[in-house]
C-alpha cells in the first residue's frame, strides 16, 4: 500500500509560478515510476510529468520547457516545479505512483494505481 499527498497548489497569474511537493509513505519498491498527472473538469485526467526509480524524467509536450520533476529519496517527496504558468494549466494536479516489475518501462503508458487526493492550480489574471 502506498500513500500519497499533495499540496502547494493555488493560485497565481499568468507567467507565474508554483510548485507542487507530494508526500510519499508507505511500502516500498525497487522498480516504480512517480508522477503528476491533471484533470480539467469534464476531462479525463492526463499526464503531466513521470519520473523512473533511477531518476529519468519526462514530460508532456504541453509543459516541456515549463515544469520539472524531481524526486528526493531522503525524504520521499516528489515535485513539480511549474514557471511561466499559462491559463490552461489550470487544473487538478495529481501526483501518482505505480511499482513494476520488469527493468524499463515508458512511465507514460503505465496504468497508476496510486493516486493522491489532488491539489487545485488555478492561473488567472
Known amino acids: 500500500q502506498v500513500e500519497l499527498a499533495e499540496s502547494g497548489g493555488g493560485s497565481v497569474q499568468p507567467g507565474g509560478s508554483l510548485t507542487l511537493s507530494c508526500a510519499i509513505s508507505?511500502?516500498?519498491?525497487?522498480?516504480?515510476?512517480l508522477g503528476w498527472f491533471r484533470q480539467f473538469p469534464g476531462k479525463e485526467r492526463e499526464g503531466v510529468a513521470f519520473?523512473?526509480?533511477?531518476?529519468?524524467?519526462t514530460y508532456a509536450d504541453s509543459v516541456k520547457g515549463r515544469f520539472t520533476i524531481a524526486k528526493d529519496n531522503d525524504t520521499n517527496t516528489l515535485q513539480l516545479q511549474m514557471v511561466n504558468l499559462k491559463p490552461e494549466d489550470s487544473a487538478m494536479y495529481f501526483c501518482a505512483a505505480q511499482a513494476h516489475y520488469a527493468p524499463r518501462v515508458v512511465c507514460f503508458d503505465l496504468i497508476y494505481g496510486y493516486y493522491g487526493p489532488g491539489t487545485q492550480v488555478t492561473v488567472s489574471s
Open positions: 519520473i523512473t526509480y533511477d531518476g529519468t524524467p
Open positions: 508507505g511500502q516500498k519498491y525497487n522498480r516504480y515510476c
